[in-house]
């Protein structure tokens, strides 16, 4: 199967959700904004941000009424996919919008119009589906803005949905350290050699190569032979 059931709830109904899979909120008042303890009972929760859209590490922004609007959406998305590849928060999801399946249409629509013309995925709440129904919707997502998740009941004190379990996994790493890092060849290498180490062409390669380079580099290289073969430029014959 490739879905996966879960329960969304607040933090005033949090005792309430089954066990699995659940989603919860980052921002919003008291009683909706989950705790660093709810998060730590529900390892791997997908994160909501519930208001305009100030949490760009959120895995989704909800956009109904009394949340965000359809016009701050993109603004949120865009931010959000830059905090997802950058890895700002290991573990967020590819950032996604939840809203109602009637407002599908004007959402997707304000999306574009702000220059989203893909890659939003989108959490749809339908409560006249089944979970059966709701699961068909998943498995057959496709299109610029595919259906990662869908809501398909709303109980007393949470509601049952189904999420797409690749886009459940797919989260994004802790970023590695910073560069430029300083190598040194053991013995005589080529540059073309260098380079495919690196899978990297021969210009892009030597574009890199030196500009890490400190005083002490500089001086080093002063006493590095050139070997025959060497290729260098020069403003004067």
Same mark, same amino acid.
């Given at each position: 199967?490739?879905?996966t059931?879960?329960h969304?709830a607040?933090h005033a109904? +949090?005792?309430?959700?089954?066990p699995?899979?659940?989603?919860?909120?980052?921002t919003?008042s008291?009683?909706i904004?989950?705790?660093?303890?709810?998060w /730590?009972?529900h390892p791997?929760a997908?994160?909501?941000?519930?208001d305009?859209?100030?949490?760009?590490?959120?895995d989704?922004?909800?956009v109904?009424?009394?949340?965000a609007t359809?016009?701050?959406?993109?603004?949120? $998305? /865009?931010?959000?996919?830059?905090a997802?590849?950058a890895?700002?928060?290991?573990?967020?999801?590819s950032p996604a =919008?939840?809203?109602s399946a009637s407002?599908?249409?004007p959402? =997707?629509n304000?999306?574009g119009?702000a220059?989203?013309k893909? %890659?939003c995925?989108l959490?749809v709440?339908?409560?006249?589906?089944?979970?059966g129904?709701?699961?068909g919707?998943?498995e057959h997502a496709a299109?610029?803005?595919?259906v +990662?998740? =869908?809501q398909?009941?709303s109980?007393a004190?949470?509601d049952s949905?189904v999420?797409?379990r690749t886009?459940l996994?797919?989260v994004?790493? /802790?970023?590695?350290?910073?560069?430029?890092?300083?190598?040194?060849t053991a013995s005589?290498?080529?540059? %073309?050699?260098l380079a495919s180490?690196?899978?990297a062409?021969m210009?892009? $390669?030597t574009?890199r190569?030196f500009? %890490?380079?400190?005083p002490?580099?500089?001086?080093a290289?002063?006493?590095v032979?050139?070997g025959a073969?060497? +290729?260098?430029?020069?403003?004067?014959?």
């Open positions: 199967m490739t879905v059931l879960a969304d607040i109904n +949090i005792g309430h959700l089954p699995g899979q659940a989603a919860g909120y980052t919003g008291s009683a904004r989950w705790t660093a303890g709810d /730590k009972a791997g997908v994160r909501i941000c519930q305009s859209g100030s949490d760009h590490t959120a989704v922004l909800d109904e009424s009394g949340a359809n016009a701050e959406a993109a603004p949120w $998305f /865009k931010a959000a996919v830059a997802y590849h890895g700002t928060r290991p573990g967020q999801r =919008v939840y809203t407002n599908v249409t959402l =997707v304000a999306l119009a220059g989203v893909s %890659g995925g959490w709440a339908n409560w006249n589906l089944g979970e129904s709701a699961e919707d998943i299109g610029p803005f595919p +990662i998740g =869908v398909y009941a109980n004190f949470y949905d999420f797409s886009w996994h797919t994004s790493a /802790k970023p590695g350290p910073a560069g430029p890092f300083r190598h040194v005589m290498t080529s540059f %073309g050699a180490s690196r899978n062409t210009e892009g $390669f574009g190569a500009r %890490g380079y400190t002490a580099d500089w001086d290289l002063e006493h032979n050139a073969g060497f +290729i260098y430029y020069t403003q004067s014959p």
